[in-house]
């Protein structure tokens, strides 16, 4: 489905991957239903929009507020129309310390934001996307899905369980035209860990050689594409791309070579 004219409503348009999604959506023809749980930064992508003569609302909204979800659908309906395409793309990382040393309430935070905030979200959505001629859902999970990444292990946990969500969705939706895709980012070039509370962090400068990002406008780019052409799975970045073949044939080997780039971040 072409997302031009279509209402598309997308979490963490604030900053990183969820601005970049809106400013390449409304490149498209699309409206935007901006969703973002911080007022300034979501000012700042529709003042981009703006420049861009593009059509964006905006909603200020924490995704793990389940009631506050659940009002979402209706409020985007009157401000723009029903809903055609639902982009979960919000999400936050943990602490970078071993699940010895993460609280359960840290722990309960990542999972409300990055899974329960996403179910919420479809459930929300679904029933007002089952009645459109065309719909699409996408899902961002993340390498982290199936390369584990030391202290960042309930993080993996949570993309892991949007992996399998998002995939058991879709095989409920076949006979339906809802299309629905999973998206597993490598190292994009975003703000995530200020936004989720971690501040400014440091890799060493051997493991920061190693790691080479993908820019956040390509990644949008290559999501949207997703949703146009109803692509079930895409990997974003060779360092995904790598990893996803490499936890196939040798897991063991995969999880070592993300320590050795990733352990210095470990308190």
């Known amino acids: 489905m072409k997302v031009q004219r279509r209402v ?15 400013l390449e959506l409304v490149r498209r023809g ?30 200020i909204l924490d995704v793990s507020d389940a009631a506050a979800v659940a009002a979402l659908p209706a409020k985007v309906k009157e401000r723009l129309g029903d809903a055609d395409i ?10 970078f310390v071993p699940i010895n040393d993460l609280s359960i309430e840290d722990a309960a935070h990542v999972m409300n934001v990055n899974f329960f ?25 993340s390498m982290g899905a199936y390369a584990p990444v030391p202290g960042q292990s309930v993080y993996g946990a949570s993309k892991a369980a949007i992996k399998l969500l998002t995939e058991g969705l879709r095989s ?15 190292a994009i070039a975003t703000n995530i860990a200020a936004n989720s509370g971690m501040g400014d962090m440091t890799i060493d400068s051997d493991s920061a050689k190693a790691m080479k990002t993908t820019s956040a406008p ?29 936890s196939r044939l040798n897991p063991v080997m995969a999880a070592n070579i993300i320590y050795k780039q990733m352990a210095s971040l470990l308190k």
């Open 218 to 246: 390509t990644a949008a780019r290559a999501m949207v594409d997703a949703i146009e052409n109803n692509t079930p799975r895409i990997t974003i970045g060779s360092d995904a791309k790598m990893m996803d073949r490499l």
């Open 117 to 141: 905030g996403p179910l919420t979200l479809i459930k929300a959505f679904l029933p007002g996307l089952l009645n459109r001629p065309e719909a699409h859902i996408l899902n961002v999970s």
């Open 86 to 95: 639902l982009i979960n793309n919000a999400g936050i990382i943990q602490k």
């Open 8 to 22: 598309v409503v997308v979490t963490g348009a604030g900053s990183g991957m969820g601005r970049e999604l809106t």
């Open 172 to 186: 409920e939706l076949l006979k339906t035209k809802v299309g629905v895709t999973v998206v597993f980012p490598g």
């Open 30 to 59: 699309a409206k935007v239903a901006a969703v973002d749980m911080r007022a300034e930064t979501l000012a700042e992508t529709v003042k981009l929009v703006a420049a861009l003569n593009g059509q964006v609302e905006s909603f």
